[in-house]
């Protein structure tokens, strides 16, 4: 099964920008149907934030992030980013990557659906 790490978290202020990435290890993750980001704030429920389908690129966000973060994957250093620009204050949360290899999946941003996780890197912003 996968192995998931996420990276670059971090204080930045609003406005600003940071690239998060999660390194893949133990399978490709082009095995699975969806990988993506979701992100939880203490007290609050987790929520979807940015997925894409490893085969054929299909992505969804957020209404909250449209425009302002991008999600890719490499399959060839087996890692899958997430680029957030415009930073605001609100996106202060724990972020996990995540993937699941649930075929029978309906709701891509609904975490429930994915079954393998990472610990989560923080991101924090400020004014």
């Known amino acids: 099964q996968v192995r998931l790490m996420e990276s670059g978290g971090g204080s930045v202020q609003a406005g600003g920008s940071l690239m998060l990435s999660c390194a893949a290890s133990?399978?490709?993750?082009?095995?699975?149907?969806?990988v993506g980001w979701f992100r939880q704030v203490p007290g609050k429920e987790r929520e979807g934030v940015a997925v894409?389908?490893?085969?054929?690129?299909?992505?969804y966000y957020d209404a909250s992030v449209e425009g302002r973060f991008t999600i890719s994957q490499d399959n060839a250093k087996n890692t899958l980013y997430l680029q957030m620009n415009s930073l605001k204050l609100e996106d202060t949360a724990m972020y996990y990557c995540?993937?699941?290899?649930?075929?029978?999946?309906?709701?891509?941003?609904?975490?429930?659906?994915?079954?393998?996780w990472g610990q989560g890197t923080r991101v924090a912003v400020s004014s």
């Open positions: 133990g399978e490709n993750i082009s095995r699975y149907l969806l």
């Open positions: 894409i389908y490893t085969s054929g690129g299909s992505t």
């Open positions: 995540a993937a699941t290899d649930r075929w029978s999946l309906r709701q891509p941003l609904n975490g429930k659906e994915y079954n393998y």
